[in-house]
């Protein structure tokens, strides 16, 4: 019999807007074994990126138990697990719940969304995401000698059928985020929002043409002041295609370009940071860590190798029955 924790949330939590859209989410009992995805929004994230992960487990009978980070869980459900992910996991909301796992030395893994594009790939990481991620300390030294032909592949098949931005020319391309990001927040000093960002880039290019892009959740409206400044709604790839330069906070649309061969401008701190030496060989192991969702080309020993998901070890016990 499967342990049940799905009453703490609904007894103790007063029901916020989002948390009343997940409720079935957070509610639901395992039924198998199961492994935990502490994340604090899936009713937009399972339909995107879980779902694939947890369709592909469900052939090995496993699934996946979704849960809030602020949810009080017996220390019996997590040890009866294969193991603890936190869908992003950075933001102070998942603060008490990592020190709790650390405490009681259960190990957890980290679980993001990749790259080219972002919403058809995620990665696991035993260290973190982003700047915390293992790729943040990474040499490299697994990589092929010449990386040129993954790097090509992945620009061909991403930038393929997309024509250049013509509106304007000679412009730089400003792509926004969202200003409550945790990129935003933990690794730039925008944390007052984009229209900060917009006054600091107007000041630096008051003759420029600048073409600013909203990230597309972003739904507050912003003032441009630059006498050539202009929104666009256009794709992201296009205006990559057709600037002069990408200048942005760490945002992945500068990964996007960095992957085309655009220059960019970084104000934030990101992996490009971290490896401004060595994008190439970054962007190719981004490109290698992580798992396409719609080819589902998953593998348990990579999965193994990239967590603490006890997957071996249960798999080995299930042959053995």
Same mark, same amino acid.
């Given at each position: 019999?499967?342990?049940?924790?799905?009453?703490?949330?609904?007894?103790?939590?007063?029901?916020?807007?989002?948390?009343?859209?997940?409720?079935?989410?957070?509610?639901?009992?395992?039924?198998?074994?199961?492994?935990?995805?502490?994340?604090?929004?899936?009713?937009? =994230?399972?339909?995107?990126?879980?779902?694939?992960?947890?369709?592909?487990?469900?052939?090995?009978?496993?699934? +996946?138990?979704?849960?809030?980070?602020? =949810?009080?869980?017996?220390? *019996? @459900?997590?040890?009866?697990?294969?193991?603890?992910?936190?869908?992003?996991? &950075? +933001?102070?909301?998942?603060?008490?719940?990592?020190?709790?796992?650390?405490?009681?030395? /259960?190990?957890?893994? @980290?679980?993001?969304?990749?790259?080219?594009?972002?919403?058809?790939?995620?990665?696991?990481?035993?260290?973190?995401?982003?700047?915390?991620?293992? /790729?943040?300390?990474?040499?490299?030294?697994? /990589?092929?000698?010449?990386?040129?032909?993954? +790097?090509?592949?992945?620009?061909?098949?991403?930038?393929?059928?997309?024509?250049?931005?013509?509106?304007?020319?000679?412009?730089?391309?400003?792509? %926004?985020?969202?200003?409550?990001?945790?990129?935003? =927040?933990? #690794?730039?000093?925008?944390?007052?929002?984009?229209?900060?960002?917009?006054?600091?880039?107007?000041?630096?290019?008051? *003759?420029?043409?600048?073409?600013?892009?909203?990230?597309?959740?972003?739904?507050?409206?912003?003032?441009?002041?630059?006498?050539?400044? &202009?929104?666009? &709604?256009?794709?992201?790839?296009?205006?990559?295609?057709?600037?002069?330069?990408? #200048?942005?906070?760490?945002?992945?649309?500068?990964?996007?370009?960095?992957?085309?061969?655009?220059?960019?401008?970084?104000?934030?701190?990101? /992996?490009?940071?971290?490896?401004?030496?060595?994008?190439?060989? %970054?962007?190719?192991?981004?490109?290698?860590?992580?798992?396409?969702?719609?080819?589902?080309?998953?593998?348990?020993?990579?999965?193994?190798?990239?967590?603490? +998901?006890?997957?071996?070890?249960?798999?080995?016990?299930?042959?053995?029955?």
């Amino acid at each position: 019999m499967m342990p049940s924790n799905s009453s703490d949330f609904s007894e103790q939590h007063t029901w916020s807007a989002v948390a009343a859209c997940n409720r079935a989410f957070y509610l639901a009992e395992p039924k198998r074994p199961y492994i935990i995805v502490f994340t604090i929004n899936p009713v937009d =994230q399972v339909p995107i990126w879980l779902a694939s992960i947890a369709n592909w487990f469900a052939q090995y009978a496993i699934e +996946l138990v979704y849960r809030h980070p602020s =949810q009080k869980l017996s220390l *019996d @459900f997590f040890q009866q697990s294969l193991g603890t992910l936190l869908w992003n996991g &950075t +933001l102070p909301i998942f603060n008490a719940l990592k020190q709790y796992l650390s405490a009681n030395n /259960l190990p957890f893994s @980290f679980l993001e969304c990749g790259f080219f594009p972002q919403t058809q790939h995620l990665y696991f990481d035993r260290m973190g995401i982003n700047v915390h991620s293992s /790729l943040a300390r990474a040499d490299f030294s697994g /990589l092929p000698a010449d990386v040129t032909q993954i +790097l090509q592949q992945k620009r061909q098949q991403f930038f393929q059928e997309v024509a250049p931005h013509a509106e304007q020319h000679s412009y730089i391309f400003i792509p %926004l985020q969202l200003g409550d990001d945790s990129n935003i =927040q933990l #690794h730039s000093r925008f944390v007052n929002g984009m229209q900060e960002f917009i006054n600091y880039i107007e000041a630096c290019y008051p *003759d420029d043409c600048l073409v600013f892009k909203k990230h597309p959740r972003d739904n507050n409206e912003y003032q441009l002041f630059g006498k050539r400044s &202009t929104w666009s &709604t256009a794709c992201a790839r296009a205006l990559i295609k057709g600037a002069a330069k990408v #200048h942005g906070i760490n945002s992945t649309v500068l990964f996007e370009a960095e992957l085309f061969g655009t220059e960019t401008i970084i104000e934030g701190d990101c /992996l490009l940071t971290r490896h401004a030496n060595h994008k190439a060989e %970054l962007l190719a192991a981004l490109i290698l860590w992580q798992f396409d969702v719609r080819l589902m080309d998953y593998s348990l020993e990579k999965i193994a190798a990239r967590s603490y +998901l006890k997957l071996e070890e249960y798999l080995a016990s299930a042959s053995a029955v």
